[in-house]
């Protein structure tokens, strides 16, 4: 009974994966055209984020797709984590270099009234795949799934910072709320990433 309730876990896993990676690469494809569309930094960089979150994503449906094999599943486990920590790290040097790059151009971009929906559909969504993965995540004692839901949750406070720094620009004109909220996040998600990528978890 017990395989068979992992099994189930590891199948409504990967499926949300399949969800993950489908709403990212739509998220993608739109904040980057939007973004380039209204010169918007904020915006191109959320979308490189979007497709960070994909090859996240893609490896834990890797890691899910082993759960069934002992043998490789503990494997499967490290290097899964080394994988989502390294996206941890791309993300990071992303948001920083977007946000550095947008304080010291001055740049203000165009309000993008696509940017502000995208954004705040992604507030809503990934809100409500972090509270599933993790439940997936306990279930299969993955600490690898884990980093993956928390990695999405930071996508989640992205959207945030995202939607307030866009909704700053278009209704008061202060360009650089955005850029300034992004460099608060680096730390955090620097943090996340060596912990991964060093095989720590939150449990360890």
Known sequence: MAQELRTAAARH??????????????????????????????????????????????????????????????????????????CFLLLAAYVAYGAIRALLERRVPEPSTIGIVIAALSLIVMPLLVHFKRRIASRLGSGALEAEARQTRICAYLSAILLAGLGLNAWLGWWWADPAA???????????????????????
């Open 13 to 86: 896993g990967r499926r949300l994966q399949y969800v993950t990676i489908a709403w990212n690469s739509l998220e993608c494809l739109v904040a980057l055209i939007a973004g380039f569309l209204a010169g918007s930094v904020a915006l191109v960089g959320f979308g490189f984020d979007s497709a960070i979150e994909v090859a996240s994503s893609l490896a834990a449906l890797w890691r899910l797709r082993r759960d069934a094999d002992e043998g490789r599943r503990e494997a499967a486990e490290r290097q899964t984590l080394r994988i989502i920590g390294g």
């Open 182 to 204: 992004g460099l608060l996040m680096v730390p955090l998600i620097a943090w996340e990433g060596s912990e991964a990528v060093r095989g720590r978890t939150c449990c360890d």
